[in-house]
């Protein structure tokens, strides 16, 4: 379903849960081009960081920024084919990937302050060491970030307790094992199919990391 013909405004869970069922990818933040945006579709921003905590805590969707490098929520029935497909260009890790994957694997509610302390970041410029590590290991989906809480005052995305970051494999067991039984053309399809009302050079960029020129349909 193209995101033109979506209703509009979410406000509930449940029409937040409809509308990511329906359109699998959205970005987390922004006006929603070339994807939807469930942050645009809500009554205002701070509804919907408390929508999008909430599909994450019940794993209706995943963070990542897999998709065009940009951070997208996609929906459960999707990730199993993003994750079957984008594990097939991992490299090894970066040192300073690895070392935040190892704090991330022995901690709960890791989040980028403490890759930062980890790294013995004390630069202000942005991005930073963590930040870049962080990214690396959430393009390769070996982490994912998790719900947080959402300020009663305040900006709404800045949470006490920072994002928490989780093993993506250890997180998502289910949607792992989904994965693996699924051939890469099947994986293809799931992906291209949320994507069919764009253009095809819009879709072989929004997903150049996790599928070849050569696997995506012509039209």
């Known amino acids: 379903m193209a995101p033109s013909t979506l209703a509009h405004v979410i406000d509930t869970e449940a029409q937040a849960v409809a509308f990511m069922k329906s359109?699998?990818?959205?970005?987390r933040y922004?006006?929603?081009?070339?994807l939807p945006s469930l942050y645009a579709a809500a009554v205002d921003q701070r509804?919907?960081?408390?929508?999008?905590n909430a599909l994450l805590a019940h794993n209706v969707v995943i963070e990542t920024n897999v998709i065009g490098e940009r951070?997208?929520?996609?929906?459960r029935d999707v990730v199993p084919a993003l994750w079957a497909l984008r594990t097939r260009f991992r490299s090894e890790s970066t040192p300073d990937a690895a070392r935040a994957l190892e704090l991330i694997a022995g901690e709960a509610g890791v989040n980028a302050g403490d890759v930062r302390r980890l790294l013995g970041v004390r630069s202000a410029k942005r991005p930073d060491r963590a930040d870049v590590a962080l990214a690396e290991l959430m393009r390769d989906m070996r982490v994912d970030r998790g719900p947080s809480s959402v300020p009663k005052r305040g900006i709404p995305y800045l949470s006490r307790e920072g994002?928490?970051?989780r093993v993506f494999e250890k997180a998502h067991p289910d949607?792992?094992?989904?994965?693996?039984k699924l051939s890469i053309e099947r994986a293809v399809e799931m992906v291209v199919?949320?994507?069919?009302h764009l253009p095809p050079r819009t879709r072989a960029s929004l997903l150049r990391l996790c599928v070849?020129?050569?696997e995506l349909p012509d039209k």
């Not at 922004?30 to 070339?34: D, E």
């Not at 509804?47 to 999008?52: D, F, G």
């Not at 949607?175 to 693996?180: D, P, S």
């Open 163 to 165: 994002f928490p970051y």
């Open 71 to 75: 951070l997208v929520l996609a929906h």
């Open 23 to 27: 359109v699998k990818f959205a970005l």
């Open 175 to 180: 949607l792992i094992a989904t994965a693996r």
């Open 47 to 52: 509804r919907a960081i408390e929508l999008t």
């Open 30 to 34: 922004g006006s929603g081009r070339p």
């Open 193 to 196: 199919a949320p994507l069919q």
């Open 212 to 214: 070849r020129k050569e």
